[in-house]
């Protein structure tokens, strides 16, 4: 589509093409622009109707809109601001060059101004940080009729009309009405008497993370954000929820892969910036994987005599590893959806004992039978590999699931105690353990 767009601009089609740009996505018209040469990016974005404009401005990822808004006139750039919601107008500013954010805090209104000024000065990964002022809210006296005049009157601006929130004189939550409860209520009822009481609602600091939990727990639309004085300051709508999922599950993965977390597109980031991201983690990792070369070293006499023990290495450590990885990941996702916590701790260890001594035991029974069966040693070396998988195993799980417990109670992030950590860490125990008892078996 994009050599069929490119030639419409080419032969001056653009009535034709915003035809077409018309009756699609602002999500799909964003992501042609991913592929669009740069010099085609401006004269397409006008093209664009302006609410439908908007729409895809938002969906544009930060290089893009940084283009756009260089190219844009005074007047350009004060109707796209005008058109966005606070929230994303914060996300904007927030992702763009200190040059771009003078221009766009310089054509907005004194007073949305202020307001962008005030979201940002709330913590990075606050629930005020992700939150939008666009809202309805109503007064208890009101009646149906009322509602609905000043939705009409209002909602046009607001991100969401479905649920509504009311306020007293001081702009203190008291309650919640969904435009449900509204349609099937008499026009004449009091909002008093048909909203919902005692509403779930969150604090503007409020880790972002515990908001998204919360919209999920309660299968909420949007959930209300109060200050300290419990007064409504704003709403976390569920598209911003979903933002907020994808951004720390992103996080996440790269934490557990040993990776520094990066906000740019893989494409988009350069071969440089990579390498910083990465480099640090591989240094720390390669490290202290010098604990595993000190204790080869030092069993290095053993394993002169019975070079044997040596093909069995590899196993052994992989199998740690893959072992205190299972228990790593599955405790950092239970963290992450609050399943668990760590006063679980001892639950979790006596769980993780019971299940390692499960698999340890299978898997060092398949591997007696295998050595002896296909790799024809002896049955001590057998024995001696067999016990060292049964102990690494136990021991490779009660690492895995107690590491990401402890960061988090000590207030770093569990991901941090992802596979790269647990295989380090257990590769260096299962060889120690490995040595231990051939030196015990074989005396030497």
Same mark, same amino acid.
């Given at each position: 589509?994009?050599?069929?767009?490119?030639?419409?601009?080419?032969? !001056? !089609? $653009?009535?034709?093409?915003?035809?077409?740009?018309?009756?699609?996505?602002?999500?799909?018209?964003?992501?042609?622009?991913?592929?669009?040469?740069?010099? $085609?990016?401006? *004269? =397409?974005?006008? *093209?664009?109707?302006?609410?439908?404009?908007?729409?895809?401005?938002?969906? %544009?990822?930060?290089?893009?809109?940084?283009?756009?808004?260089?190219?844009?006139?005074?007047?350009?750039?004060?109707?796209?601001?005008?058109? %966005?919601?606070?929230?994303?107008?914060?996300?904007?500013?927030?992702?763009?060059?200190?040059?771009?954010?003078?221009?766009?805090?310089?054509?907005?209104?004194?007073?949305?101004?202020?307001?962008?000024?005030?979201?940002?000065?709330?913590? !990075?990964?606050? @629930?005020?940080?992700?939150?939008?002022?666009?809202?309805?809210?109503? !007064?208890?006296?009101?009646?149906?009729?009322?509602?609905?005049?000043?939705?009409?009157?209002?909602? =046009? /601006?607001?991100?969401?009309?479905?649920?509504?929130?009311?306020?007293?004189?001081?702009?203190?939550?008291?309650?919640?009405?969904?435009?449900?409860?509204?349609?099937?209520?008499?026009?004449?009822?009091?909002?008093? /008497?048909?909203?919902?009481?005692?509403?779930?609602?969150?604090?503007?600091?409020?880790?972002?993370?515990?908001?998204?939990?919360?919209?999920?727990?309660?299968?909420?639309?949007?959930?209300?954000?109060?200050?300290?004085?419990?007064?409504?300051?704003?709403?976390?709508?569920?598209?911003? @929820?979903?933002?907020?999922?994808?951004?720390?599950?992103?996080?996440?993965?790269?934490?557990?892969?040993?990776?520094?977390?990066?906000?740019?597109?893989? %494409?988009?980031?350069?071969?440089?910036?990579?390498?910083?991201?990465?480099?640090?983690?591989?240094?720390?990792?390669?490290?202290?994987?010098?604990?595993?070369?000190?204790?080869?070293?030092?069993?290095?006499?053993?394993?002169?005599?019975?070079?044997?023990?040596?093909?069995?290495?590899?196993?052994?450590?992989?199998?740690?590893?893959?072992?205190?990885?299972?228990?790593?990941?599955?405790?950092?996702?239970?963290?992450?959806?609050?399943?668990?916590? +760590?006063?679980?701790?001892?639950?979790?260890?006596?769980?993780?004992?019971?299940?390692?001594?499960?698999?340890?035991?299978?898997?060092?029974?398949?591997?007696?039978?295998?050595?002896?069966?296909?790799?024809?040693?002896?049955?001590?070396?057998?024995?001696?590999?067999?016990?060292?998988? *049964?102990?690494?195993?136990?021991?490779?799980? %009660?690492?895995?699931?107690?590491?990401?417990?402890?960061?988090?109670?000590?207030?770093?992030?569990?991901?941090?105690?992802?596979?790269?950590?647990?295989?380090?860490?257990?590769? @260096?125990?299962?060889? +120690?353990? $490995?040595?231990?008892?051939?030196?015990?078996? *074989?005396?030497?």
């Amino acid at each position: 589509m994009i050599d069929e767009i490119i030639e419409m601009i080419d032969i !001056k !089609k $653009y009535t034709q093409l915003k035809e077409i740009l018309s009756e699609m996505e602002p999500a799909d018209i964003a992501a042609l622009f991913d592929d669009l040469p740069q010099r $085609y990016m401006p *004269l =397409l974005y006008r *093209l664009l109707p302006k609410e439908l404009a908007s729409e895809v401005f938002v969906e %544009l990822d930060a290089d893009t809109q940084e283009i756009l808004i260089k190219g844009f006139s005074d007047s350009e750039l004060k109707e796209v601001l005008d058109e %966005l919601y606070l929230d994303d107008a914060v996300d904007i500013i927030e992702e763009m060059p200190a040059n771009v954010v003078k221009r766009i805090i310089s054509h907005t209104d004194p007073e949305l101004r202020n307001t962008i000024n005030e979201v940002l000065n709330y913590p !990075k990964d606050s @629930a005020g940080s992700i939150m939008t002022i666009e809202l309805v809210d109503l !007064k208890e006296s009101m009646t149906v009729h009322d509602a609905f005049t000043r939705i009409r009157r209002t909602g =046009l /601006d607001k991100e969401t009309i479905y649920t509504c929130y009311v306020t007293d004189k001081n702009r203190i939550l008291i309650g919640i009405v969904s435009a449900k409860d509204l349609l099937l209520a008499e026009e004449d009822c009091v909002i008093a /008497d048909i909203m919902e009481k005692n509403p779930i609602f969150v604090n503007t600091l409020d880790d972002k993370e515990d908001v998204v939990l919360a919209l999920s727990k309660y299968d909420l639309l949007a959930m209300p954000v109060v200050d300290n004085e419990q007064r409504l300051v704003g709403i976390v709508t569920v598209d911003d @929820a979903i933002d907020v999922l994808q951004e720390e599950a992103t996080e996440d993965i790269e934490k557990m892969a040993a990776i520094t977390p990066s906000e740019k597109p893989y %494409l988009k980031t350069g071969i440089i910036d990579t390498c910083k991201q990465r480099i640090p983690w591989l240094l720390v990792l390669m490290l202290s994987s010098t604990f595993t070369g000190k204790i080869i070293s030092h069993f290095e006499d053993a394993l002169g005599k019975f070079v044997i023990l040596t093909s069995f290495i590899p196993m052994i450590m992989g199998t740690g590893g893959n072992s205190g990885s299972q228990s790593s990941v599955t405790v950092i996702r239970g963290l992450s959806l609050d399943e668990i916590e +760590f006063k679980d701790i001892f639950k979790i260890i006596w769980k993780e004992i019971r299940v390692s001594l499960i698999c340890g035991i299978v898997l060092a029974g398949a591997t007696f039978v295998k050595m002896m069966l296909i790799d024809n040693v002896s049955s001590i070396i057998a024995f001696i590999v067999s016990m060292t998988l *049964l102990f690494t195993i136990v021991l490779a799980k %009660l690492v895995g699931c107690s590491l990401p417990l402890l960061a988090k109670k000590v207030g770093f992030d569990p991901a941090v105690m992802a596979s790269p950590f647990i295989t380090t860490i257990v590769d @260096a125990l299962s060889l +120690f353990i $490995y040595f231990n008892i051939a030196s015990m078996v *074989l005396h030497i």
